[in-house]
């Protein structure tokens, strides 16, 4: 019952969202059965934020080798063009690689989006907590993120999404703006290394899916808003 709640609740905000566990089939079946891809010779490789909430999130997990963790505070895939190489060398023998990408955000029942209620807690807390932090700073018109050693992630983070400032601001929800700022900036670079790298690949084909994660409440699936499935003949970039 909570879970069909939680179902109208997410497709309030993402119409096109599905239980993230039902995606994980969805996408494993069109890659075995459309595209003819070998699933127990994939590595997988995820540019997903670091926060614990998102490893449960699918079932990738469970059946594909890895994952090759790219991303870090937003799912920015902090490792760059020498985690995307590693990345390459590391793909079974005659097998592929599949990208799996996208911020993540929470979702109360009350539909109070950039929330949630994590488990064994009482009170709400921040998600994604890094964007959200982002968005409290960006709400400054002042402010400019100082790159430093101590918190590289969360300034690189907000000097990514600062283009998009006036955008997020504008937006009628902050909290969703700048989680989809946040997938266009992913999108971009997963498919920038994976261009400057793909000569360091041995296989032919590298499949990603891209989206959003909705964080729902402990015990209860999370739902994936997709946005890109490519399988990609890397000959072709």
């Known amino acids: ?137 960006l709400q400054d018109n002042t402010y400019a993120p100082i790159m430093n050693d101590d918190d590289y992630q969360q300034m690189k983070l907000e000097e990514s999404l600062l283009p998009y400032r006036d955008d997020i601001m504008a937006s009628e929800n902050q909290s969703k703006a700048i989680t989809e700022a946040t997938y266009k900036i992913i999108d971009q670079k997963v498919h920038e290394y994976l261009k400057t790298c793909k000569d360091e690949f041995h296989v032919d084909k590298v499949t990603l899916l891209g989206g959003i994660i909705i964080n729902t409440d402990y015990g209860l699936d999370d739902y994936f808003d997709a946005r890109n499935f490519e399988v990609i003949d890397l000959k072709s970039l």
């Open 1 to 137: 019952m909570l879970q069909r709640k939680f179902d109208e609740v997410v497709k309030k905000e993402f119409p096109n969202a599905k239980d993230a566990k039902d995606t994980s089939i969805h996408y494993l079946g069109k890659m075995q059965i459309e595209h003819k891809l070998d699933i127990s010779k994939v590595l997988m490789a995820t540019s997903v934020c670091s926060d614990d909430i998102n490893v449960p999130s699918t079932t990738f997990f469970n059946v594909l080798f890895g994952p090759f963790v790219m991303g870090g505070l937003g799912g920015i895939p902090f490792v760059g063009q020498t985690g995307m190489t590693a990345f390459a060398h590391h793909i079974p023998d005659n097998g592929s690689a599949f990208i799996f990408y996208g911020p993540h955000i929470g979702i109360t029942l009350e539909g109070e989006l950039g929330k949630m209620y994590r488990p064994r807690m009482e009170e709400t807390g921040n998600s994604c907590g890094a964007l959200m932090l982002a968005l409290s700073r």
